[in-house]
């Protein structure tokens, strides 16, 4: 097949055997329009196209090569659009275009807002919600402290309103400004691979010798009998529920059901978590995770083990037939969360079309350059990443960045030490493995484990239930793991991450730093000093 391309867009594809007369014309329409010439037999599989012969061809380029973008099929041919590089999703592959690309044709493929999911739908305008669900908290929680307080009124729209009236904008002015950049091209809609390196979009065909996916993932909806007669909701629109529910039903346990649980609950939404499992946050440390759970029964009615057998649509509300560990039971709620994971967006791109290679997850398989299975195709963030998380998906970006610009000194993503948290009351973070992992892989260890209670700042805030739990090689004296539960969790966490990444050991962490006091990071020096007494230096 041969592929010409001129004026910067305009790319006609052949599929018949090129005769040496064909050539010459078409060398002759590339020396004509000064354009440059391409021979490709990757970029479009044949007998997909409509063909036309170089002849029809060139009296066809005559007339139309100075338009720059042609959207429609004539005849027997088919405009594709030539970029140097293609971008599939304005999320975190936003970030991507930088001072490395200069003077390249980008196009960015964009089906929904600019910013992703991220700023959207996801961790800022959840964190923001979330923050006005701590105030509201710390009201209810202020009588030990001797403070008589109570939340008087919940302004919804008000609440609401700050969150979308900052981030609504801050997408609209993004998009605004990459249609405004010069030799970057924004197409708006979803994308389709049709061959390797080339894809539609709203009709159009694009092609580049480099495409980055940064598709990301969306929520997935299990499938349950009567769901699809009733109005449920994902994190995706949740957040924008016109009014406060009064009750609410989460069918899920881990981190989203737990954050935007914390928020609906601790404004007084009656909220039921239904979870299959047998405790929450499943994935953390079982210590950690078992505290998390016993303190979300306390807070809101807790299923576990439980599975839903059919939902039904009544008036206002709706019920849930349930099998509690077995035994049946119901529950009405006004709305329906559905946050049981989220599925990535490969199939949307149909990347197999391309020969991109997915995992048993449906996630693209990369390698340690975050480059698929097909030279020149990249991709990052949740489209392929196990993590699932805003910092892994930049961090991905920024080496994706470089990478695409300099295929032969790419570097190597490194995703050792990642750190996650959840933003629920309680706080959780985690860095490392659990000890479990640790068990299975067979590695000697020591624990440190201690209290916010037991600390000067514990006693400030008058905890009673968090705690930080280190787990170290008993020989290296390495950080292993890091789990933490309790306020501020996210940030007690940072210099653990730091530790593990740089390799410093607990004892160096113990005694050759300091702690201001009386921080609640003097927990986690306790914790550190449990592994690492001060005889042991
Ligand atoms: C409720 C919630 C809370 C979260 N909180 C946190 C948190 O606190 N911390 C954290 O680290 N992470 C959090 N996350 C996860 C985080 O949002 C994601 O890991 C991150 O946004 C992934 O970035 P991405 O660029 O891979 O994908 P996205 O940001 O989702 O970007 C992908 C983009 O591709 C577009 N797209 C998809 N398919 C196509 C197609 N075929 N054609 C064109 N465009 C397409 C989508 O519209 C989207 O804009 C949260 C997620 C949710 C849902």
Same mark, same amino acid.
């Given at each position: ?34 354009? @440059? ?28 090569? @100075? ?132 894809? !539609? ?110 939902? @039904? ?49 449906? @996630? ?165 000093? !449990? ?7």
């Amino acid at each position: 097949m041969l592929c010409f391309w001129s004026y910067g867009c305009v790319m006609t594809t052949y599929d018949s055997d090129m005769q040496e007369h064909d050539l010459h014309i078409l060398r002759h329409v590339v020396e004509e329009f000064d354009g @440059r010439m391409a021979l490709d037999s990757a970029v479009i599989q044949s007998g997909r196209l409509p063909v036309g012969t170089p002849v029809e061809l060139l009296s066809w380029h005559r007339e139309h090569a @100075r338009r720059r973008f042609l959207h429609t099929t004539k005849g027997r041919w088919r405009m594709v659009q030539q970029f140097d590089l293609i971008i599939v999703g304005a999320g975190s592959g936003n970030t991507i275009p930088g001072p490395d690309h200069v003077g390249w044709t980008i196009a960015i493929i964009e089906k929904d807002k600019f910013g992703g999911t991220c700023l959207n739908r996801g961790c800022i305008p959840s964190k923001m919600l979330i923050h006005a669900a701590d105030v509201a908290e710390t009201i209810h929680t202020a009588a030990p402290l001797g403070i008589t307080a109570r939340v008087e009124r919940l302004d919804w729209d008000r609440l609401t309103g700050r969150v979308w009236q900052r981030i609504d904008p801050l997408a609209e002015a993004g998009e605004e400004w990459r249609q405004t950049q010069p030799n970057t091209t924004v197409f708006k809609g979803e994308a389709r691979f049709i061959g390797e390196k080339t894809l !539609e979009v709203n009709g159009q065909r694009l092609t580049a010798p480099r495409v980055i996916l940064a598709a990301g993932s969306r929520p997935a909806i299990p499938d349950i009998p009567g769901l699809d007669q009733v109005v449920s909701h994902t994190s995706d629109t949740i957040m924008r529920l016109p009014r406060q529910p009064q009750c609410m039903a989460i069918l899920g346990g881990g981190y989203i059901g737990a954050e935007l649980g914390h928020f609906f609950g601790a404004l007084s939404t009656e909220m039921t978590i239904i979870n299959r499992g047998d405790r929450l946050l499943q994935r953390e440390d079982e210590e950690i995770s078992q505290r998390f759970t016993d303190l979300y029964a306390r807070r809101f009615t807790v299923l576990l083990k439980t599975q839903v057998q059919r939902v @039904r649509q009544q008036a206002d509300t709706m019920t849930l037939d349930l099998s509690v560990d077995g035994r049946p039971q119901q529950v009405t709620c006004e709305v329906l969360l559905l946050a049981v994971g989220r599925v990535p967006n490969t199939d949307l791109l149909d990347v197999a079309r391309a020969g991109i290679a997915v995992d048993a997850q449906g @996630r693209v398989v990369t390698n340690v350059y975050h480059e698929t299975t097909v030279p020149g195709i990249w991709a990052l963030g949740d489209i392929a990443s196990p993590h699932q998380l805003k910092h892994a998906a930049n961090a991905e970006a920024r080496t994706v960045a470089y990478n695409v610009a300099h295929p032969t000194r790419q570097r190597r993503g490194n995703d050792f030490a990642m750190p996650h948290a959840v933003f629920a009351s309680p706080q959780v973070a985690s860095v490392g493995l659990t000890e479990r992992q640790v068990q299975e892989q067979g590695l000697p260890y020591v624990i440190g484990k201690r209290a916010y209670s037991a600390t000067a700042y514990g006693w400030a805030i008058g905890d009673t239930e968090s705690f930080v739990k280190l787990i170290a090689h008993a020989e290296t004296r390495q950080v292993l793991g890091a789990h933490l539960i309790g306020p501020h969790a996210a940030i007690l966490l940072q210099p653990l991450v730091n530790a593990m990444r740089f390799g410093e050991t607990v004892d160096q962490l113990a005694h050759d730093t300091f702690y201001i006091h009386p921080a609640l990071t003097e927990v986690v020096e306790q914790a550190l000093l !449990e592994i690492a007494p001060p005889a042991a230096q």
